[in-house]
C-alpha cells in the first residue's frame, strides 16, 4: 500500500505543521507588515518575535485550516500527480515539478483573502476582530480585488519554495533504500 492511499496522513502532518507554526507565522506577519506587537517594550528583532508570539491568537482556526488544507493538498496532490504523468511517460523532472507548480500556485490564489484577512487583524490597531469582518472590510474599501492584493509576492514566495521541497522529496525517494517491512506489515 502507497502512502498516497492515506490522503488522512498528509492531511494530519499538514494540521501538526500548521499547529507548530501559527505562534511563527503570526510573527512573521506583524513583522513584515510593519505592525507594532502589543504592548512592545521589547528591543531588538528577537523581543519583538517573542512579543509577537503571544496570545492573542486572532484568526488561528483559518490560518491553521488554510496552512493544513494547502500543504496537505500540494503534497498529496503532487505525489499523485507525479504518478499519473509518470504513467503517461512525461519524463521524470516534469512529473515530479509540475503538479507543486500547478497545485501551489492553485493553493495560494484560493488562500489568498484568507491570508490577506487573516494579516490584516494581526495589526494592533484594527478595527476588525476577525477574519470574517477583516474580509468584508477589506471588500468594502478596495473591492474584490483587495482580497486577492499580495498574490503575486505569495506565489513567488511558496510555489518555488514547494516546488523544491518536492523535487527534493522526490529524488532522495528515488535514490535512498527502502525500510525492509517484516512478514506479514504492511
Known amino acids: 500500500m502507497s502512502p498516497k ?36 517594550q521589547a528591543q531588538g528583532v528577537l523581543g519583538r518575535y517573542i512579543e509577537a508570539m503571544k496570545p492573542p491568537y486572532k484568526g488561528v482556526i483559518a490560518v491553521m485550516a488554510g496552512m493544513t488544507w494547502a500543504r496537505a493538498a500540494i503534497f498529496w496532490g503532487s505525489d499523485c500527480g507525479k504518478d499519473v504523468l509518470l504513467a503517461r511517460g512525461v519524463e521524470y523532472n516534469l512529473a515530479s515539478t509540475l503538479p507543486p507548480l500547478l497545485i501551489s500556485t492553485g493553493v495560494q490564489f484560493v488562500n489568498q483573502p484568507i491570508v490577506r484577512a487573516s494579516i490584516t487583524i494581526q495589526d494592533p490597531s484594527t478595527p476588525y476582530s476577525n477574519v470574517r469582518g477583516a474580509l468584508v472590510g477589506i471588500y468594502q474599501k478596495r473591492g474584490a480585488m483587495g482580497l486577492w492584493h499580495g498574490t503575486s509576492a505569495g506565489v513567488m514566495k511558496t510555489v518555488p519554495k514547494y516546488c523544491t521541497a518536492i523535487y527534493i522529496k522526490d529524488f532522495l525517494e528515488e535514490r535512498l533504500p527502502r525500510p525492509e517491512v517484516a512478514d506479514g506489515a504492511e
Open 5 to 40: 492511499d492515506h490522503p488522512d496522513a498528509y492531511f494530519a502532518a499538514s494540521a501538526a505543521a500548521a499547529i507548530v507554526n501559527f505562534p511563527l507565522w503570526k510573527a512573521s506577519a506583524i513583522a513584515q507588515a510593519g505592525y507594532k506587537a502589543k504592548g512592545e
